[in-house]
């Protein structure tokens, strides 16, 4: 086995920048115990071999259906020490702040971009657990979608008001929080955020029935199969304490299959960076060599190049799925939960 330290990060909207703190299914944090999984929570085999240690939390691949999990699984109150407030990158009003912020919202008309392909073009009710700072809800407001996040930390839940200026709704707590409207939703979207939660299978069979009959939903994860996960390996910047479950296009399918959805279509997880929001993750989390040539690269390129995000294929994988026409059959074959 391999171990690594706190790896960088490139996730565009839970990046090193964002204020999403989605311990959405986990509950308050009062045990110092790590939490050991007997079975798959995917498939429910009791075979797991070693895949690298992160942080002193090791983490395997079930020899059935090859989810990847950490192992045990983190203490609630290691968890609430990761998601404190130097979660965030930048603070509001930097520059630093302004690209990320710019690198969000393009990567967040990627996604309704996809969403619209799939028939979902700025009408009706969209859902977004875990918001963050709201720069996915914005977007989507401005194409005419009727917007509510739901973010646990209640810092982001007035930074996505603020953002938000009055349109929508932000609610704090987890999921639970719209558990008192069953159907009402048209979309769902979860940007990085189910590979936080506790209890996949449980968290989606809610989203599920937040959603109307054949509501859709959109994911975005981290691969185990992109090429940054191939080639960094054990320096892969998605490995993390806090990243509880690794997916890959199959388990990641079986998963959604498995509370209920249909149709599931998958893309390859592009997000939009620019160089000085690279640059600026870097700073915060050194690599060796790799800050040093970004800012050789930041000194021959000109500002307005640096600023411009641009589509990069990084580590991650996005799903579009759908809940049955009829609620009836969305009872989920899960037994795992
Ligand atoms: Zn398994």
């Known amino acids: 086995m391999n171990s690594v330290t706190r790896g960088p990060n490139f996730c565009a909207t839970t990046p ?66 990761i998601y404190g407030p130097d979660y965030v990158l930048a603070a509001d009003g930097t520059p630093e702040h302004a690209v990320i912020t710019r690198a969000k919202r393009a990567t967040a008309d990627h996604y309704l971009d996809l969403l619209a392909a799939a028939g979902a073009a700025g009408r009706g009710r969209l859902l977004e657990i875990g918001c963050g700072a709201g720069n996915f809800l914005l977007q989507a407001s401005r194409r005419g979608f009727d917007v509510t996040g739901v973010e646990y930390s209640p810092f982001a839940c007035e930074r996505a008001r603020q953002t938000l200026g009055g349109t929508g709704r932000v609610m704090q707590g987890e999921i639970d929080v719209v558990a008192g409207e069953p159907g009402y939703y048209d979309v769902c979207v979860l940007c990085d955020v189910i590979e936080h939660v506790r209890r996949p299978a449980h968290f989606l069979g809610q989203v599920a029935a937040a959603l109307r009959p054949g509501g859709l939903l959109l994911v975005v994860t981290p691969s185990t199969s992109s090429w940054s996960a191939r080639i960094m390996r054990s320096r892969w910047m998605e490995l993390k304490p806090e990243h509880l479950f690794y997916f890959s296009p199959a388990t990641l399918t079986r998963q959604l299959s498995q509370a209920g959805f249909e149709g599931i279509k998958l893309h390859r997880g592009t997000k939009h960076l620019s160089l000085d929001y690279v640059a600026a993750h870097f700073e915060k989390y050194p690599v060796a060599g790799i800050r040093t040539a970004l800012r050789g690269a930041r000194a021959v390129t000109p500002a307005s190049w640096r600023e411009r995000p641009v589509p990069i294929v990084a580590s991650g994988i996005i799903a579009l799925a759908r809940t049955p026409t009829s609620h009836a059959s969305t009872a989920g074959s899960d037994k795992h939960r």
């Open 16 to 81: 090193p920048a964002d204020l999403l703190l989605p311990t959405l299914s986990s509950p308050p944090a009062t045990s110092a115990q790590r939490i050991p999984l007997t079975a798959c929570p995917l498939c429910g085999a009791g075979a797991f071999r070693p895949v690298v240690v992160v942080e002193s939390h090791p983490v395997v691949r079930c020899q059935s259906c090859d989810l990847q999990f950490t192992q045990p699984q983190p203490s609630d109150s290691e968890l609430a020490a």
